[in-house]
Structures are given as structure tokens and as C-alpha cells.
């Protein structure tokens, strides 16, 4: 009985290591913006002085060479996702990954959150744009659409 039990959580454990909460993809499909790029610089995305804005802040401002990241909340179980819209300039700003994370509470209709991290690559003014959409369903209106403006400063 131990041994089967011990077999058991043993293949759990190898099935959860290989299933992580996080995902490199945008609601489950692959966005080309995030697709397999480097982070241009040394940014430390693990560092907890990057920057996080989220739907309540409209207007970014950074300095050339810094990241910042927005985390929209998103629910994956109705198959709705955060989608980039293809309106901001990359000699000022390049996408540098995304991730989807699972809600901290496992419920029914729990949202999770989907990160997009950024690379201020250059000075000036650009916007970012996100929509919130079935992906397989192109020709339908978002039901809902978030901009950012962003400015970016020549370094110090």
C-alpha cells in the first residue's frame, strides 16, 4: 500500500514539474511578438525594482535600457486571452516575454494573470494597445481593449 502510494505521488510530482502554472505562451496559443527572442540588455526580470503596471495606470514612463512589465488579469477557463496589438513603435519599445499565471485561489471562474515584460530600447513616445479576445474568434470585437502610453527618457 506504501509503495503504490509513494508511485503515485512520485508520478504527480514528475506530472506537475513538467505542467507548470506558467506558460510562455499568450492564452494558450503562441504569440509571435514573445517567440523565442531574447531579452535585448541585462535586465533582471527576477529583480522586484522592474516595474509592474496593471489595467489602472494608462500612462508609463521609463528610461532607455530599463524593463517594465503589465499584468492584465485574465481568465482562461471562459477562453479569453490578452492579445498585443501591432500599433507601438520597436525603436522605442520590444516585447521581452510573456507568461500566464494561474489564480494563487484554484476555484471555478478564478482569474489568473497574463504578463507581458518590455524592453525600452530607445526614446519617444508610443503606445501599447491590448485586447482581450477568443483568439480563434478574428472577426469579433474584443470585449474589452486597454492602452498605454508610454514615454521613454534618454538615460540619465
Not at 540588455?41 to 532607455?64: K, L
Request: charged content about 25%; proline content about 8%.
Amino acid at each position: 500500500m506504501k509503495k503504490a502510494l509513494l508511485k503515485t505521488i512520485g508520478a504527480v510530482s514528475v506530472c506537475l514539474a513538467g505542467c507548470s502554472s506558467v506558460s510562455s505562451q499568450v492564452g494558450g496559443v503562441p504569440s509571435p511578438e514573445f517567440a523565442s527572442q531574447p531579452t535585448p540588455g541585462p535586465v533582471d526580470w527576477e529583480n522586484e525594482d522592474i516595474p509592474v503596471y496593471t489595467e489602472d495606470v494608462s500612462a508609463i514612463i521609463t528610461r532607455e535600457g530599463n524593463g517594465f512589465t503589465i499584468q492584465l488579469a485574465s481568465n482562461r477557463a471562459t477562453g479569453y486571452s490578452w492579445e498585443l496589438a501591432d500599433d507601438y513603435s520597436r525603436d522605442i519599445i520590444e516585447p521581452a516575454g510573456a507568461e500566464y499565471r494561474d489564480p494563487e485561489v484554484q476555484r471555478r471562474g478564478a482569474e489568473g494573470q497574463e504578463l507581458f515584460r518590455f524592453q525600452a530600447v530607445g526614446a519617444g513616445h508610443t503606445k501599447l494597445t491590448f485586447n482581450y479576445r477568443r483568439p480563434w474568434e478574428k472577426e469579433t470585437a474584443p470585449v474589452k481593449t486597454l492602452t498605454f502610453g508610454v514615454e521613454v527618457r534618454p538615460p540619465n
